[in-house]
Nanobody
């Protein structure tokens, strides 16, 4: 069974940094695109960052220059390095990956990890 497990969230002061991880487990062939989303209370889930299998990246305007998405294909793990954090970055962060196995591509979500930035 394929699972995505996020880790690395927590409480940090404004200006601080956190690194989120998203580990993909299970019998898979490959991981295609990986994305990080976030959802603050009362808000819709929003796309934060994307990384393709080839390493191309894209970011929401609100995090450009502060967040960096990366991946380690050998470890089936994606990362989101978050620097210069602001209180408005407070949210539950979710990873989503398109994973190839059983001859098809399947989309999976992680369970989410809470990030809280205090002012």
């Amino acid at each position: 069974q394929v699972q995505l497990v996020e880790s690395g969230g927590g409480l940090v002061q404004a200006g601080g940094s956190l690194r989120l991880s998203c580990a993909v487990s299970g019998s898979i062939f490959s991981i295609n695109v990986m994305r990080w989303y976030r959802q603050a209370p009362g808000n819709q889930r929003e796309l934060v960052a994307t990384i393709t299998s080839g390493g191309s990246t894209n970011y929401a305007d609100s995090v450009k220059g502060r967040f960096t998405i990366s991946r380690d294909n050998a470890k089936n793990t994606g990362y989101l390095q978050m620097n210069s954090l602001k209180p408005e970055d407070t949210a539950v962060y979710y990873c989503k990956a398109v994973v190839r196995y059983d001859g098809s591509d399947w989309s999976h979500w992680g369970q989410g990890t809470q990030v809280t930035v205090s002012s």
